[in-house]
Structures are given as C-alpha cells and as structure tokens.
C-alpha cells in the first residue's frame, strides 16, 4: 500500500520523509521513549535515516506496518509517530510515541484515534490492540481515552532497553 494522509483539526498525518530525519532524531534523545519505545540505545542520526530512508517505507510496501508522523497545522512541528502493525489476521497494534515538548495537548489522543479510524475504514481489521510497559501512564492514558480496554498485566513480558525485564499492560479495542 502507498502511504496515506490523514487530516485532523489540529495536524496533518503523513508519512516521513528525509526532511524529517533531523525532528526524529531530536525526538528520540528522550529518556521515555528510549525506555518505553524499541528504539536503539543510544539512538544516533544515522538511525533516524534509516528508519525515515528504508524502513518505514519498506513496511508500507510489505503491508505489515504503517507509520505516519504527526505534525501540528500551525507550526509544522512534529508531534509524534503512530503506526498500526499486523500481529496476526484480524488483529493490528497500535503503537506511538509522542514528542516530549508537546505531550499534555492531547496531540496523541487526535493522531491515534485518526489512525485506528483509518484502520477500521481500511483494513481488514477487527481488534486493535495497546501494549506499554507497566509504568507508562501517559500512553496507558491515551489508550483509555481511545476507548481501550486495559485487559491485564502480563509479568516480565520483555526486556526493555535498560536490560531488565517488565511487565506490561494489553489493551484491546474492538470493531465498533
């Protein structure tokens, strides 16, 4: 599939491009989204260019992962990337990580509900489910405010960046 465009009130969702490389890689310096998220540690430049360059539009065309950036309207800043994944038929995860200058604005909330709608409307798709390290308040929020269901815990799930094992909560949201 070619990648989309979404558009909300407040951003526009679209694929990265290499003009990009230098937000991703600035965001990605964070400490949360270096523990919450499967990035590499440390992460370098040159992995923004091959996430922007060569993975993510290879994801597109394979069909198993579609990742947008969300990006404010007003300022073009990038608020975040949000991606749905194939797990298995039917089934999709919703994964995101939010730029910390502008988490608390609700960015996540719009970009993520634009895309599962995207996903419902397009995809042969009827759960989508959340998973975030036991800990991680701020995505375990957005979930609930998409209408996830927080289903359980799941004991040392898998080891994070820091080397150690974590719990981590699922969620699932189902074809409304």
């Known amino acids: 599939m ?11 969702l679209r694929a990265f491009t290499p003009a990009d490389v230098d937000a991703v890689y600035e965001a990605c310096q964070d400490e949360d989204i270096q523990l919450y998220t499967p990035v590499p540690v ?3 430049r040159a992995d923004a260019e091959k996430l922007v360059g060569e993975t993510l539009p290879a994801q597109w065309a394979e069909d198993k992962d579609y990742t947008l950036g969300a990006f404010r309207k007003d300022t073009g800043a ?31 909330v719009e970009a993520a509900r634009a895309l599962c709608d995207w996903g419902w409307a ?28 927080v289903e359980g815990t799941l004991r040392n799930r898998s080891i994070a960046n820091d080397g150690k094992p974590h719990d981590w909560w699922v969620g699932g949201l189902l074809r409304p």
């Open 122 to 149: 397009t995809l042969d798709v009827h759960r989508i489910e959340w998973w975030a390290m036991a800990g991680n308040t701020g995505s375990r929020a957005v979930a609930e405010k998409l209408g996830f269901t």
């Open 2 to 12: 070619d990648p989309v465009t979404l558009e909300t009130d407040r951003l526009l």
């Open 42 to 44: 440390p992460y370098r």
């Open 78 to 108: 990038l608020v975040g990337s949000y991606c749905l994944t194939l797990i298995s038929r039917g089934v999709w995860e919703l994964g995101y990580w939010a730029v910390k200058e502008q988490r608390g604005r609700s960015y996540s």
